[in-house]
């Protein structure tokens, strides 16, 4: 088991930056894919980014790339997302999330199915 905690969110004016952490406990984080989600009201849940377990391969969704960076620290079990040039639209809570598989390897599958252990979310709210 892994449990996940995030924390970094609050209220920027657009253009602003913010670095989102999430903990985990548990197990290492070594072993699993981790991704970055977010749900804005009324919305479905939408993938951010992903990493692969050692922080080599990440992927983007088009949506925030150059903007967004994810980065990981094995050793302390926690994974990052640095978010500049934020914009209203990128209002939402954001959730971290381990893969189910901790053999997999893929970091493209964007599908939440494809995660087990979710952090409860940090919202990020931005202004116009």
């Known amino acids: 088991q892994v449990q996940l905690v995030e924390s970094g969110g609050g209220l920027v004016q657009a253009g602003g930056s913010l670095r989102l952490s999430c903990a985990a406990s548990g197990r290492t984080i070594s072993m699993y894919v981790m991704g970055w989600f977010r749900q804005a009201p009324g919305k479905e849940r939408e993938f951010v980014v992903a990493?692969?377990?050692?922080?080599?391969?990440?992927y983007y969704a088009d949506s925030v790339k150059g903007r967004f960076t994810i980065s990981r620290d094995n050793v302390k079990n926690t994974m990052y997302l640095h978010m500049n040039d934020l914009k209203p639209e990128d209002t939402a809570l954001y959730c971290c999330?381990?893969?189910?598989?901790?053999?997999?390897?893929?970091?493209?599958?964007?599908?939440?199915?494809?995660?087990?252990?979710w952090g409860q979310g940090t919202q990020v709210t931005v202004s116009s």
């Open positions: 990493i692969s377990r050692g922080g080599v391969s990440t």
């Open positions: 999330a381990a893969a189910a598989d901790s053999r997999r390897t893929v970091v493209t599958e964007i599908s939440p199915s494809k995660y087990a252990y």
